[in-house]
């Protein structure tokens, strides 16, 4: 079986890209590619060098012959093209070519511009040294077909106005005016030429305009549909195509717009059809790349001097200044160092000292231009990305040979992002989330974070080499010995190898990098042993003992190399968790304490799904499933004092913390069994009452043993009691309590037998010699204090809901359902009361001795209620005379009897007697009262019907309405219809 370790919280390595398009700055420009971009670069270059010796001009040109030297290696001549040392190259740090490499001094054939040009044959034709032209045209892999038809093209176009600017000249729509599909191979050639041309001008004058475009330009809106309608199928150019028209008109009305007023006829000074960003970035970087040797990409041509000043030619066509100039400059090289696999590090180290000098001058003056800050902000961050996701695995990409490289990778990081910072203010550090960019605060340390993540990044692949995730249990032992080992190892190298260069920007790199492998092999070592490989006991001591060994040496090395530090180093060793046996013993404590419980989970859920609350025996009136949950108690205790180790009552507190949870889950399962009000019954409308009902006149002609003789047959049909005749005194009622009931009182045993075994688990725990007291911990007055609460509140609640159920569910019949209904004389209460009598036998047989005092007040407490819902809501059938007050006291006097003394204040027994009271009250004071308490003053005056509360007194203004609803005189029905206007009850006369 597999035994997956993972090292949490390790970023996946961000592979370095072999090309820079993967961190280009610039937006992407879809439908253009690069050779796209190189041939309109030539264009545009050619176009403004036009009057330049060897383009086109009428200039004198000066060659220099490769071998017409003088002894000192001077040229002889002057002009044009005669350097032969570069100020540019000196400046970067750049080497020198030798002679025999120099595009200058290159042989060529008698046709310069034929393919065969630079081959060894044709150099023994003819030896001429290469104009500018030529070279650029070589390097840009011009073809002598195209650059033939850009000369004509200029010269068709600037026939009789050959002192026109460059950057009056929109070159794109010139050369589909002027180029005619004669002049291509094919006609699938000469289309694909059109849609490039005007690709071009969609993406400088639609898209990416130097002025911004308003939506609803009309020339914008023709363009678009010109350049739509020509991908299927070729321009018509010629003189009398309607489409041609359109498109000049089009095109010279975005051009030439401007954001300046100007006098009225008069043109703005440049069309601006290129000098947009990113397309002009992207123009200007395909002219800069023409630096490099074709026939060997890391090396810069000697010429560069000369090839940069005629590049100058073409800022005022595509917008680009001096900074604009120095950042693409540096952004080359940067690139082509990246291109070419990082084989030249004078490259890498050429575009560091653009950045550091010329590109920090130029960010740091006034007036700086919006889009040269974007750019600014998007190359440096570019930058920054690619040099970061090197140095987060620098020990993966230098080694002791390459490791120089990696000084000057730190140097760029520093000035790119200290020009950031500095300058430009709205520029957000890049985060890793997205794009694999590099997390770190731009306002931290660096090279702190470096070393981190490669030293995470280095233990990560060791990790990948062990297969660590997918690795056998009974290897995983070995393998974590083994990698110990290795994390020793990658520490010596960082020492060795890396701190020395990291070290100049961080006083103690050695120890960072030693800290965060500390802490890898911690995490890795902490999930070894929580998993099922550290059974084996030997194994996980041997892992230990070499964990123990490989911590010993990261220390000495932060020791070492915190010697310097005011601190001494305390605050990075504080850093390292270390791996201690106590500490590592005490995880598997607690492992084995989640383990246990989760078996007692087990047996709660099984508790849960099987328990009847029938009695164990009679002897035994608890549920099976208390006894299983003490038992696992018990069991987990003493298994757990049977370690042969010292624990500390923190420990402790955690087990009786988990059982406790464990209890109160079990508690919360016994008290669940409803709520008191489930079995209260539903209180009847208020009415009045009907002095001639048709009950009361069936009484009158009744015997007055006639409600006796009804009340025992109500009680033979609902509780099972004898059908004797009352006058005979025979009558022996049976308890009503209901298998419902009485597993309530099941339920109330399994709460006591829960109290009474915790002591003696409490006993054990406090007794037990292995418990170490805690100082940071204070102590509390008993280990399950919380589990004693709970009971007690679970018994309160058990105990009401059975007597509530007790009295209005098994006893309705007798109690709320026939007490003195259809009226006092014909169903006194004493049936009810041997009833009760039989119920609170039956109680204390069953309740254990230590709950019967309370099971007992709320089944009085439930009688008390009953009494008082028969008085004041027993409903329509029921109706009190004054003179039934009596009867009603010794009624009363009677339930409470059955109780005995001391228990009745408790109940509630006041509440009764307060409106037995108001009972024996006349009509006329109850209605006084009323008044008074309702807020209406004199009595008969209107007043509002007073709420129902539930709660009776006879202070209460609703308790005392009920009182005259269910009073049978002329006055309490006068009054009732007069301030209520309450109907009379139903059945009546």
Not at 8 to 29: Q, W
Not at 191 to 208: A, S, Y
Not at 874 to 885: E, L, M, T, V
Request: proline share 4%; aromatic share 8%.
């Amino acid at each position: 079986m597999a035994h997956p370790l993972r090292l949490p919280g390790t970023t996946p390595l961000p592979a370095a890209p072999p090309a820079l398009e993967a961190v280009s700055p610039f937006d992407k420009i879809e439908g253009l590619d690069r050779d796209d971009f190189r041939e309109a670069a030539y264009e545009v270059f050619f176009t403004s060098c036009r009057a330049s010796p060897g383009f086109g001009g009428r200039s004198q040109i000066t060659y220099y012959n490769s071998l017409d030297e003088g002894g000192d290696g001077s040229p002889r001549g002057g002009g044009v093209g005669m350097a032969v040392t570069s100020r540019v190259k000196r400046a970067l740090g750049l080497k020198m070519l030798r002679r025999s490499t120099s595009r200058r001094s290159s042989s060529w054939g008698s046709n310069p511009s034929s393919p065969s040009a630079g081959s060894p044959r044709s150099s023994v034709v003819r030896r001429r040294p290469m104009t500018s032209a030529e070279i650029m045209r070589q390097q840009m892999w011009v073809t002598e077909q195209s650059d033939n038809r850009l000369r004509k093209t200029l010269m068709r176009t600037l026939v009789g106005q050959m002192g026109r600017r460059a950057e009056t000249i929109i070159l794109p729509l010139e050369l589909l005016r002027h180029l005619k599909p004669s002049e291509f191979a094919d006609a699938d050639e000469y289309h694909q030429w059109q849609k490039r041309q005007l690709r071009v001008l969609e993406v400088g004058l639609l898209l990416f305009p130097s002025i911004p475009l308003d939506p609803s330009e009309p020339s914008a809106a023709k363009l678009r549909y010109i350049i739509e309608s020509v991908k299927n199928k070729p321009l018509d150019t010629s003189k009398n195509s309607e489409t041609m028209r359109s498109l000049c008109n089009s095109v010279v009305s975005l051009a030439w717009r401007s954001t300046a007023p100007k006098p009225e006829g008069r043109k703005t000074d440049a069309s601006h059809w290129a000098d947009g960003y990113p397309l002009n970035a992207e123009i200007y970087k395909s002219l800069l790349q023409a630096i490099f040797d074709i026939r060997d990409e890391t090396l810069v041509l000697d010429e560069v001097d000369e090839m940069l000043e005629l590049m100058k030619k073409t800022w005022s066509t595509l917008g680009i200044s001096k900074p604009v100039h120095n950042l693409l400059l540096a952004w080359v090289f940067f690139e082509q160092y990246v291109r070419t696999g990082q084989a030249e590090a004078d490259l890498f180290a050429a575009s560091l000292t653009m950045l550091s000098t010329e590109v920090a001058n130029d960010a740091k003056k006034a007036g700086r231009e919006a889009g040269y800050m974007r750019m600014l902000a998007e190359m440096l961050a570019a930058m920054n990305k690619w040099c970061g996701m090197r140095l987060v695995d620098y020990h993966g990409n230098f080694d002791e040979g390459t490791v120089r490289l990696m000084e000057s990778i730190l140097p760029l990081v520093f000035s790119a992002t200290k020009i950031l910072e500095e300058d430009v203010h709205t520029y957000i550090t890049p985060h890793l989330d997205k794009g694999g960019e590099i997390d770190y605060d731009s306002t931290g340390n660096k090279v702190d974070y470096f070393i981190r993540s490669s030293s995470r990044n280095a233990f990560a692949k060791m990790m990948e080499e062990q297969n660590a995730s997918n690795v056998e249990t009974h290897r995983v032992s070995e393998m974590m010995i083994k990698l110990a080992r290795e994390t020793e190892q990658v520490a010596s190298k960082e020492k060795a190898i890396f701190s020395p260069v990291t070290k100049k920007w961080h006083p103690i790199a050695a120890g960072v990098s030693a800290v965060t492998l500390h802490a890898c092999y911690g995490t890795l070592l902490r999930q070894y042993l929580n998993s099922s490989a550290a059974a084996q006991m030997n194994e996980t001591i041997l892992v230990l003992q070499r964990a123990g060994k490989l911590e010993k040496a990261l220390v000495q090395m932060v020791v070492e190399d915190s010697v310097e530090c005011a601190d001494g180093g305390k605050a990075i060793v504080r850093e390292m968790l270390p791996y201690e046996v106590d500490a590592t013993t005490l995880r598997f404590l607690k492992h084995w304490l989640q383990e246990k419980l989760k078996i007692g989970k087990d047996k709660l859920h099984t508790a849960k799904e099987t328990e009847t609350w029938n009695p164990k025996s009679k002897s035994e009136p608890y549920s099976h499933s208390a006894e299983d949950i003490i038992k696992f108690c018990k069991e987990t205790i003493e298994n757990f004092f049977e370690i042969p180790i010292n624990v500390s009552e923190s420990v402790v507190y955690d087990l009786t913390e988990g059982l406790e949870h464990l209890l109160a889950e079990y508690i919360t399962f016994i008290a669940s069994c409803g709520s008191k009000q489930s079995y209260l019954p539903t209180l009847p409308p208020l009415t009045r009452c009907s002095k001639g009902s048709k009950f009361v006149k069936l009484w009158k002609k009744a015997a007055c043993n006639v409600g006796t003789e009804q009340q025992e047959a109500n009680q033979s049909n609902t509780a099972g009691a004898g059908a004797g005749a009352a006058e005979e005194g025979n009558w022996n009622p049976r308890p009503s309590t209901s298998r419902g009931t009485q597993r309530l009182y099941i339920r109330l045993n399994t709460l006591h037998y829960l109290t009474k075994h915790l002591h003696s688990l409490e006993k054990t725990l406090s007794l037990s010699p292995k418990v170490t007291p805690s100082k940071s911990r204070r102590r509390r007055h008993s280990y399950f204090e919380h589990t004693r609460s709970a009971i007690q509140a679970a018994q309160q609640h058990v105990a009401e809901v059975a007597a509530y159920r007790l009295v209005f569910l098994d006893s309705s019949s007798v109690l709320y359902g026939s007490l003195y209904n259809p009226d006092v004389g014909a169903a006194r209460i004493r049936p009810a009361l041997r009833v009760m009598k039989q119920n609170l036998t039956l109680l204390c047989a069953i309740v254990t001795e230590h709950v019967q005092g309370a099971a007992v007040r709320h089944v009085m407490a439930a009688c008390f209620e009953a009494y008082l819902m028969v008085l004041l809501a027993g409903g329509s059938s029921r109706i009190f005379y004054r003179a039934d007050h009596a009867m009603i006291e010794e009624d009363f006097e009677g339930l409470r009897g059955l109780f005995g003394e001391g228990l009745d204040e408790v109940a509630g027994a006041e509440a009764v007697e307060g409106v037995v009271a108001l009972m024996e009250q006349t009509t006329e004071q109850l209605v006084e009262d009323l008044s008074v308490l309702a807020g209406a003053g004199v009595a008969g005056q209107k007043m509002a019907m007073p709420p129902t509360t539930g709660k009776w007194s006879r202070t209460d203004p609703n308790t005392i309405l009920r009182v005259l609803c269910h009073r049978n005189d002329r006055a309490a029905n006068s009054f009732l219809k007069r301030t209520f206007h309450l109907a009379k009850r139903n059945g009546s006369l």
